[in-house]
Structures are given as C-alpha cells and as structure tokens.
C-alpha cells in the first residue's frame, strides 16, 4: 500500500470539509477518530466532531487516493433528539448535525 493511515485521515478529512463547504472558521471542530485499512486497497476513515457521538465513514482508495462521495453517517442520537450536544456548536456546524441526525436510522452500540 502507499497510502499511511495518516494520509489517508487528511484526505478524508479535506474531503469531507470541502463537500460540505464548511467555513474556515469551524473546520477545527472536525477530526479523524480512527482508520483501518481493508484489503490492503483502501481505508476507512471516521470523522468526527470532538466531544459528540456522531460520525462520518468515508473510504479513501489507495490506487487513486480518491475519495468515495458516497460516505455514510451513523450517531446513536435519535432523530427527537437532533438538538442534542449542539448548544456550543457554530451554527453552521449545528445545522449539519441536526440535518444528518433527522435523516439517518439509529444505531446502537
């Protein structure tokens, strides 16, 4: 493989900021929680907002060291509760959770 788990983070990462046009003021709130690799062609990263459940799975391939747009996202919030943690986020931030948790099935760990 040539991609390092570290790579891969902030590819993920500056993906991930980008498709969501998150302004540069708040991208800090936003950071890699873990990486695996899979079959020795590509990763999974988790990215996270520090201090919140919530996360975003992205795979980043090693031949192309692209990213899939198709990333998915998990929080064990119910979507009644979509308000939850958010009070010190940026707004900006805050609307995109409460956004991906109204949408999104609960899951349980």
Request: glycine share 2%; proline share 6%; charged share 30%.
């Amino acid at each position: 493989m040539e991609l390092t788990s570290t790579v891969a983070e902030k590819l993920a990462l500056d993906f991930f900021l980008e498709d969501w046009e998150i302004p540069e003021d708040d991208r800090d709130f936003f950071v890699p929680l873990d990486s695996r690799v899979v079959d020795d062609s590509w990763y999974v990263v988790e990215i996270g907002v520090e201090g919140l459940p919530d996360q975003w799975v992205i795979q980043v391939y090693d031949e192309t060291k692209e990213c899939d747009p198709c990333f998915t996202f998990v929080t064990p919030i119910k979507a009644s509760e979509s308000e939850t943690g958010l009070e010190e986020m940026p707004e900006s931030i805050a609307e995109i959770l409460r956004s991906e948790r109204q949408s999104q099935l609960v899951i349980s760990r």
